[in-house]
């Protein structure tokens, strides 16, 4: 069964301060969904919202038309990883687990299974105090799985990785999506994302900045050529805007690249370079929150 979430009009204000306003988004189930926006855009707030944690000033969030709060068994339902603080300094990873299992009622074979799943079979003897950045995101993530959840709410998974890990992440999170599971991925490693997830949703200033696929969003390529005679190439290209980044090299928006090639030859302009150049997700994300990260 496929599990989509639906955001609509979440808004929160803590006295004058206006968190989340009107936020409204959709994230479809067989995919991974990134959210971006900058540090106290509201991502945090808005998935704490979404899992009951912080009560809505108005709004909704459901997960397959059922609010979290009103779901049978929530664990088997969506799985969450928020923060990397909710370890007992007593227990080992694996005692955790089984903390976690038995107030979600799921079994011992459950405990074992997503500790290989996740690598933390690897560790599961060792002390939460003890354990690194990346083993506790390893433990919070088979946390998060213990009742096979078709959704899962992750707020930057990837924080203390090593590339290695990262590599991991990522494969692991699209298999999960290719099962059909609803996926949500909060992040701050903008060329991470642009590799994991099929979707963004931007947000800035608690509002929504845009959701689009990620190719969508990359928006269209431009021309990038060098030559010794840029400016009669500028000259030579009436409709297109031009950016000038050097003596000798332009950025062209707005033709292709057989047109550019096309232009300079009727203009009898050599070109030393002529490339495609395609904008990063980091590129649009900047400009769509105005600069800031």
Known sequence: MTLPIEVRGLTKTFGDVAAVTDLSFDVAPGAVTGFLGPNGAGKTTTMRM???????????ATFGGARYTDLRRPT???GAVLDSA??????TALDHLRVYARMGRHGEARVRHVAELTGVTAFAGRGTRALSTGMRQRLNLATALLGDPRALLL???????DPEGIAWLRRFLRGLAAEGRTILVSSHVLAEIEQLADRVVVIS???????????ELSGAPAVHVRSPQAGPLAAALPGARVERLAPDALRIHGLTLPEVAAAAAAASVPLHGITLERPTLEQMFLHLTGGSR
């Open 76 to 78: 088997s339902t969506v």
């Open 86 to 91: 909710g370890f007992h300094p007593g227990h």
């Open 155 to 161: 707020d930057e998974p990837g924080n203390g990785l």
């Open 50 to 60: 979404m899992l009951g944690l912080v009560t809505p000033t108005s709004g909704t």
């Open 205 to 215: 200033g608690g509002r929504l900045a845009a959701t689009a696929a990620v190719g």
